[in-house]
């Protein structure tokens, strides 16, 4: 199809120093995709969201609804609707889940539709709803993510990055959430989901890219990528 993607990459490369951690890469995330990027330890997953997120200098282009990217700052990325989910405990762990979710909304003055979302947030979690007063960091770590989620959500993001959710956390906590981020999908919201353990992504995505050693070295529907060698080969790493 000519649908033009939310999120078109390329020559994407970035690193540390003198060290490039990922080279060119090429991705495109269309509207409404759970799209999942695997790869073992080290293969640069992270430091991809970093730089799409803007906060690590990159080369290539970053395109985000037909807007350039390439020179914005972390805080235009998040204005313009790409908002990271980071690990659960990258909350203020000393204020209130109400407070941490009303700093996702940090960004926007429509005051009444902030009331509204929070509203909405609370009854699509109700677990959140029953500790809106208590500590963020004193919940347990599946609460704390689906804190963190939630907080992501009150920013209003057309495309959420979500790093290694299932770190850490019970099977049927993580279970859980793969759910809720196919509810965030079915609103409409482009889910850009990176894991290690590649099953449970490939499970709910659409599509996957494979990273190796700093480089897409795989892509395609995600039922494809479920048998494919080099998926294996990635996962185990080298
Ligand atoms: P993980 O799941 O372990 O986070 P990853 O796929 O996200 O793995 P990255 O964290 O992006 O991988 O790491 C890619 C490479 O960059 C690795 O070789 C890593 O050692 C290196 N790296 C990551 N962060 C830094 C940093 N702050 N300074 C220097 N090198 C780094």
Redesign the pocket.
């Known amino acids: 199809t000519t649908q033009e993607p939310l999120l078109l990459v390329e020559k994407l490369s970035a690193g540390?120093g003198e060290?490039l951690?990922i080279t060119d890469i090429d991705l495109r995330i269309y509207r409404a995709e759970i799209v999942a990027l695997i790869?073992s330890?080290?293969?640069?997953?992270?430091?991809l969201l970093r730089a799409l997120s803007r906060v690590l200098p990159c080369t290539g282009r970053i395109v985000l609804n037909g807007r350039e990217l390439s020179a914005a700052t972390s805080d235009q990325v998040f204005a313009l609707g790409m908002v990271q989910v980071p690990e659960g405990r990258q909350l203020f762990g000393r204020m209130s889940v109400h407070d941490n979710l009303l700093m996702g909304a940090y960004r926007r003055s429509d005051k009444s539709a902030i009331a509204q979302d929070l509203e909405r947030i609370y009854e699509m979690f109700p677990r959140l709803a029953e500790r809106r007063r208590q500590m963020a960091g004193s919940m347990s770590g599946g609460e704390q993510q689906l804190c963190a989620l939630a907080r992501a959500l009150m920013a209003s993001p057309i495309l959420i990055m979500v790093d290694?959710m299932s770190l850490g956390l019970a099977p049927i906590i993580v279970e859980q959430l793969m759910d809720i981020l196919v509810g965030i999908r079915r609103n409409g919201v482009t889910v850009f989901l990176v894991e290690?353990d590649i099953h449970l992504a490939l499970s709910i995505a659409d599509r996957g890219y494979v990273m190796e050693t700093g480089r897409i070295v795989q892509s395609g529907p995600a039922r494809e990528l479920v048998d494919d060698p080099k998926v294996r080969h990635a996962y185990l790493g080298t």
């Open positions: 540390y060290m951690a790869g330890n080290g293969a640069g997953k992270s430091t290694e290690q």
